[in-house]
């Protein structure tokens, strides 16, 4: 059960839900280093340095995580609000999520993990529609399954997503 925050303001982020040539999706399964059991697959992204805008985070956040710097980003496919423990302490978050492509899955550049990122930080994978359905492990979004379905076969909304959970 999420707990509730007490955080005065949420804290803004991108992340991108990156598609190869095959149109795998690209996860980072992550741990609470407090809290090992509780390990999830996310998208990549996080949070917006000072001054920098949504794409130019979801672009850095993606190459700092997995070296990928060769990306189209494409439209906004949802905003995703969440409340979260982690660490012992509460968050919460407004993450804005777009469409990425790229043609070359392999790393071209030097990862830069945050301390964060190094201690919760378990493997990436990526994943085909099909093989995400029958995943069993917690994922954020948790309804990413579907989402992906969507997407894939052209039925997801042209505009946004409001997600919250």
């Known amino acids: 059960m999420t707990a509730p925050t007490t955080a005065a303001a949420p804290r803004i982020g991108a992340r991108v839900l990156l598609l190869d040539p095959d149109d795998r999706v690209l996860l980072i399964h992550a741990l ?10 996310e998208l990549p992204g996080g949070g917006l340095d000072d001054g920098e805008d949504l794409y130019a985070a979801a672009r850095r956040e993606v190459a700092e995580e997995t070296g990928i710097e060769a990306i189209t ?9 969440t409340r979260f423990r982690y660490k012992g302490r509460d968050h919460h978050r407004i993450e804005h ?11 071209q550049v030097a990862l830069r993990p945050t301390e964060n990122e190094k201690a919760g930080l378990i493997e990436r994978h990526w994943w085909a529609a099909t093989d995400l359905r029958q995943c069993r492990d917690k994922l954020l979004p948790p309804a990413l399954p579907r989402l992906l379905t969507d997407l894939l076969s ?3 909304h042209s505009t946004p997503l409001t997600l919250t959970d």
Request: charged share 25%; glycine share 6%.
């Open 32 to 41: 609470d280093p407090s809290d090992p059991i509780h390990h999830w697959w």
């Open 154 to 156: 052209d039925r997801l």
């Open 73 to 81: 980003l494409g439209r906004k496919l949802w905003v995703r609000e």
């Open 97 to 107: 999520v777009f469409l990425g492509r790229t043609s070359n899955t392999a790393p």
